[in-house]
């Protein structure tokens, strides 16, 4: 069993649908992150739910759903510094590889531009 | 496995078990305390369901990929279930069944969205209804 439960938290939403407490997540936080199903946090929770699975930010508390079978979605808030630390690190390491694939097809996309480009230069002065 | 509180649950899972371990598969049942209480009561032989785990348990080990399976029948009747059952799909490349039963069980089968072969029937206490959609399944 994960130790959520005898964490110091504070209990937002309970008994709900998993998207509803999606929904409370990105209305009520200053910053939202989207992990899959399965993300750690708190050392042994592994989180549950229907992606995307939002986790939010406010201040030095971190928004999270917490699902238990018998009795539908809860809304917890953890104070955890370390954990909002972990969620921007993971966020800035997604975005430097989005970068890195998008220069990746855009300098290939501009080789294939220019080869065109001296295709129908080639062309022109054949003319 | 989830909550128990709709009687076929049991039930539907040691049939399937069953079937599945005479097609010849290996056969882990995964539920959360009371479903595995309930299991190990109505099979205390282990004649039908030979291995059953802890639901938490089995997620972590998936997740840290120590553990996966080549097909995964996710039992639910609520939202909840749902959740555990997008959830297995996200973490394991198993081949993915949602085992959807209780009163509402068709607005919760359409409202599942992640990939997975839905078998759905409206069934509280007759199993019958989920047993002849599963042989359907399971060859």
Redesign the interface.
């Not at chain 1, 592994?46 to 992606?51: A, K, L, N, Q, S």
């Not at chain 1, 238990?68 to 979605?73: A, L, M, Q």
């Given at each position: 069993?994960?130790c959520i439960e005898q964490l110091k938290y504070r209990l937002y939403l309970e008994r709900t649908?998993?998207?509803e407490a999606r929904d409370f997540i990105e209305k009520n936080s200053e910053e939202v992150y989207y992990v899959?199903?399965?993300y750690?946090i708190f050392k042994?929770y592994?989180?549950?739910?229907?992606?995307p699975v939002a986790l939010g930010v406010r201040g030095e508390e971190v928004l999270f759903t917490y699902?238990?079978?018998?009795?539908?979605?809860f809304v917890m808030g953890i104070d955890s510094p370390e954990e909002i630390a972990r969620l921007r690190e993971s966020e800035a390491r997604k975005i430097k590889e989005t970068l890195k694939e998008g220069q990746k097809k855009g300098s290939a996309g501009e080789r294939a531009e220019t080869k065109r480009a001296i295709i129908s230069f080639g062309d022109l002065y054949k003319k | 496995m989830g909550c128990p509180e709709v009687p076929v649950q049991i039930s539907i899972v040691i049939y399937l078990a069953h079937r599945l371990e005479r097609a010849g598969w290996d056969v882990t049942v995964a539920g959360t305390n009371a479903p595995i209480r309930l299991l190990r009561a109505a099979d205390p032989e282990k004649y039908y369901v030979k291995k059953s785990v802890d639901l938490d348990w089995i997620i972590q080990e998936i997740v840290e990929k120590r553990m996966d399976f080549d097909a995964c029948f996710a039992f639910m009747h609520s939202d909840a279930g749902m959740a555990y059952g997008a959830t297995f799909s996200a973490i394991s490349r198993a081949k993915h069944y949602a085992v959807v039963f209780g009163r509402n069980a068709e607005a919760l089968g359409e409202s599942i969205e992640y990939p997975a072969e839905k078998i759905v029937a409206v069934a509280t206490h007759n199993p019958g209804p989920l047993m002849r959609k599963i042989d359907k399944v399971v060859i």
């Open positions: 069993m994960s649908s998993f998207k899959d199903p399965g750690r042994d592994y989180i549950i739910g229907v992606p699902v238990k079978p018998c009795h539908g979605t | -």
